[in-house]
């Protein structure tokens, strides 16, 4: 099992960027495929972008395509979600989390098929003038 750490967010103004990181407690990501979500207030959970292990096939929301991406570094053990030209609707807290080995690249990850002592505390996002 691994469980998760989420760092990066913060306050920022329409239009901005900003880079969040997934890094686990201890042991390695090498395995796991790694889901990106967000849960804005009174609105379920979603998923927003994944990437696998090994080939590195990566899924996202349609709402984030090409303004999100989602990246890995196996030697820093850490995988990253780009976030540009944010929107007000971004707005929510940020989670990642991990699922054994793939994940799809026909679109977002789904929550209930990602280990759940895996999940972080999460990261919020404020995208706000």
């Known amino acids: 099992q691994v469980q998760l750490v989420e760092s990066g967010g913060g306050l920022v103004q329409p239009g901005g960027s900003l880079k969040l990181s997934c890094t686990p407690l201890d042991g390695t990501l090498d395995f796991f495929a790694i889901g990106w979500f967000r849960q804005a207030p009174g609105k379920k959970r979603e998923g927003v972008s994944c990437?696998?292990?090994?080939?590195?096939?990566?899924g996202y929301l349609d709402s984030v395509k090409g303004r999100f991406t989602i990246s890995r570094d196996n030697h820093n053990n850490t995988v990253y979600l780009q976030m540009n030209s944010l929107k007000p609707e971004d707005t929510g807290t940020y989670y990642c989390?991990?699922?054994?080995?793939?994940?799809?690249?026909?679109?977002?990850?789904?929550?209930?098929?990602?280990?759940?002592?895996?999940w972080g505390q999460g990261t919020l996002v404020t995208v706000s003038s």
């Open positions: 990437i696998s292990s090994g080939d590195d096939t990566t």
């Open positions: 989390a991990a699922k054994y080995y793939y994940c799809s690249g026909s679109g977002p990850p789904n929550p209930n098929a990602y280990l759940e002592p895996s």
